[in-house]
């Protein structure tokens, strides 16, 4: 039943009424007593204004990956623009942290991932896409800690093997309920790895063509979707993570709902 799972971090500056002070601190003692190696994300413009911080992440052993330097939507940028920034966060990560965070890119909100022109960019400068196969949504204030939660373990339980699991170092639900999560996901045979212990074939590097005001819709639990329309859609798509993801979300949401009228 051995399950690995990649838990992936995303270190960025926060913009949500749920971050914690001194989280990513916190995170790192945590991850440290729970003997678990992950990948962070940095985005450079945060290393450069918490270098300390960054500089931590690094020296604890934690794989370090390109997270861009200002976080705009990646594709959103001209073409000297997404070089500019790509190299910009590369140069901040590589002061700081002493790291070189090439291969392993992530796009903010995943934006521009199936851009020829982001990839194309990437592709250049010696970079992969990393996207995820499972989340919590734990950026989404309007959640609760433990939708956050449930959510997180079900739909990496849902994908599987080589799970990529997206978190983010600020919110305060992350750091309190991130031992219950590898806690539980060990229950369930997982063994924790970093994504370059993974082959690249088990990388998504894109969602395919995404309706994102339904995905939205779906994750939220207030859309029409239901589990036969997301099968439907996850066979049209040759990589359904985002789909599997989505749905286990929404379930753990529905859960949670009924628990809690119970």
């Known amino acids: 039943n051995n399950m690995r799972v990649a838990l992936t971090f995303d270190a960025e500056h926060p913009?949500?009424?749920?971050?914690?002070?001194?989280?990513?601190?916190?995170?790192?003692?945590?991850l440290g007593s729970l003997e678990v190696r992950v990948t962070f994300f940095v985005q450079g413009r945060w290393a450069e204004a918490f270098p300390d911080q960054a500089r931590r992440i690094a020296e604890d052993g934690h794989l370090i990956g390109n997270h861009s330097h200002y976080h705009a939507k990646m594709n959103l940028l001209t073409e000297a623009g997404l070089m500019e920034d790509i190299k910009a966060a590369a140069g901040a990560i590589e002061t700081i942290c002493k790291r070189d965070p090439a291969p392993w890119f992530r796009s903010p909100f995943g934006a521009g991932?199936?851009?020829p022109r982001v990839r194309a960019a990437l592709d250049r400068l010696g970079y992969r896409q990393?996207?995820?196969?499972?989340?919590?949504?734990?950026?989404?204030?309007?959640?609760?800690?433990?939708?956050?939660?449930?959510?997180a373990v079900e739909s990496t339980r849902a994908h599987g093997d080589g799970a990529i699991l997206l978190f983010h170092t600020w919110p305060s639900y992350t750091h309190e309920k991130i031992a219950?999560?590898?806690?539980?996901?060990?229950?369930e045979g997982a063994t924790f790895v970093t994504v370059d212990d993974l082959d690249q074939k088990e990388i998504p590097d894109n969602f395919g063509e995404i309706d994102w005001a339904e995905f939205q819709q779906v994750i939220s639990g207030n859309g029409p979707c239901n589990h036969e329309r997301l099968a439907a859609r996850r066979a049209a798509h040759e990589d359904g993570a985002w789909v599997r993801a989505a749905a286990?979300?929404?379930?753990?949401?529905?859960?949670s709902k009924s628990t809690e009228a119970a």
């Open 130 to 151: 990393v996207l995820w196969s499972a989340t919590g949504d734990d950026w989404d204030h309007r959640e609760t800690a433990q939708h956050m939660e449930d959510a």
């Open 113 to 115: 991932a199936n851009d």
């Open 15 to 30: 913009d949500r009424p749920h971050h914690l002070v001194g989280s990513e601190d916190r995170l790192r003692e945590t």
């Open 248 to 255: 286990a979300a929404y379930a753990a949401k529905q859960a």
């Open 180 to 187: 219950r999560i590898v806690a539980r996901l060990r229950d």
